[in-house]
């Protein structure tokens, strides 16, 4: 999220925290007081880039009284917005963090695509192109040592590399995505007898697959 973007949510977050607090506290002028007063440090934060959200930031900006009102809005209206409020609330989670769920779970996409491509590899029927895909962009966001060496892997190289770097394959690897790719659409369409549209509809992605690896796709005469 951008800078800006997350200084806005936050600010409308916060303020979303003061009005349910001051829903069951009637304060008018503290409520006013208060609002004005978080959005301004919000406003002026010099953090907002790197940092995720106020809670998780080492430098307190607000002043003593200012601090032990704010922590008691906090710890009534923290749970409510669930209730209240629960997309925000459920975004503010994830944004809060965002940090130490992100990689565990680029992770496991990561090996669930290295997973699949073998397997896509071992079994005609699953093309293993897609996976190989999958599982780079897994590591690709989550761990640059892993993401190294799964670029250099055979696996990789030998359905993928050609098409990332050059937009292009080699007559070899054309043929097995293909193959595959027919042999999964030819068993779709045997078991859609009775919806003659969507055998149509098959047919068509079918041959907009072959004319693209066809024409739109160059072709490699090697691997190298």
């Given at each position: 999220?951008?800078?800006?973007?997350?200084?806005?949510?936050?600010?409308?977050?916060?303020?979303?925290?003061?009005?349910?607090?001051?829903?069951?506290?009637?304060?008018?002028?503290?409520?006013?007081?208060?609002?004005?007063?978080?959005?301004?440090r919000?406003?002026?934060?010099?953090?907002?880039?790197?940092?995720t959200?106020?809670?998780?930031?080492?430098?307190?900006?607000?002043?003593?009284?200012?601090?032990?009102?704010?922590?008691?809005?906090?710890?009534?209206?923290?749970?409510?917005?669930?209730?209240?409020?629960?997309?925000?609330?459920?975004?503010?989670?994830?944004?809060?963090?965002?940090?130490?769920?992100?990689?565990?779970?680029?992770?496991?996409?990561?090996?669930l695509?290295?997973?699949?491509?073998?397997?896509?590899?071992?079994?005609?029927?699953?093309?293993?192109?897609?996976f190989?895909?999958?599982?780079?962009?897994?590591?690709?966001?989550?761990?640059?040592?892993?993401?190294?060496?799964?670029?250099?892997?055979?696996?990789?190289?030998?359905?993928?590399?050609?098409?990332?770097?050059?937009?292009?394959?080699?007559?070899?690897?054309?043929?097995?995505?293909?193959?595959?790719?027919?042999?999964?659409?030819?068993?779709?369409?045997?078991?859609?007898?009775?919806?003659?549209?969507?055998?149509?509809?098959?047919?068509?992605?079918?041959?907009?697959?072959?004319?693209?690896?066809r024409?739109?796709?160059?072709?490699?005469?090697?691997?190298?």
């Open positions: 999220m951008r800078p800006e973007h997350k200084r806005e949510f936050e600010t409308r977050v916060v303020l979303e925290m003061i009005d349910l607090y001051y829903k069951k506290h009637p304060n008018p002028e503290e409520r006013e007081k208060l609002r004005a007063y978080a959005a301004m919000i406003s002026k934060c010099p953090f907002m880039e790197t940092k959200f106020c809670s998780q930031c080492k430098v307190h900006c607000y002043k003593p009284e200012e601090r032990e009102m704010i922590r008691k809005v906090m710890r009534y209206s923290g749970w409510r917005m669930l209730f209240t409020h629960p997309i925000m609330a459920l975004r503010h989670v994830w944004l809060d963090h965002q940090a130490t769920i992100e990689k565990p779970l680029f992770l496991c996409i990561g090996f695509g290295v997973i699949l491509a073998i397997i896509g590899v071992i079994l005609p029927l699953i093309p293993a192109f897609p190989v895909l999958m599982a780079a962009f897994g590591f690709a966001r989550s761990s640059e040592k892993l993401h190294t060496r799964f670029i250099n892997s055979r696996l990789y190289k030998e359905n993928a590399k050609d098409w990332v770097e050059q937009r292009a394959m080699t007559k070899r690897a054309k043929r097995r995505v293909l193959s595959s790719i027919t042999i999964v659409m030819a068993i779709g369409y045997l078991m859609m007898s009775r919806v003659p549209v969507a055998r149509f509809i098959l047919l068509l992605v079918w041959i907009g697959h072959v004319l693209y690896f024409y739109g796709m160059r072709t490699l005469e090697s691997a190298d």
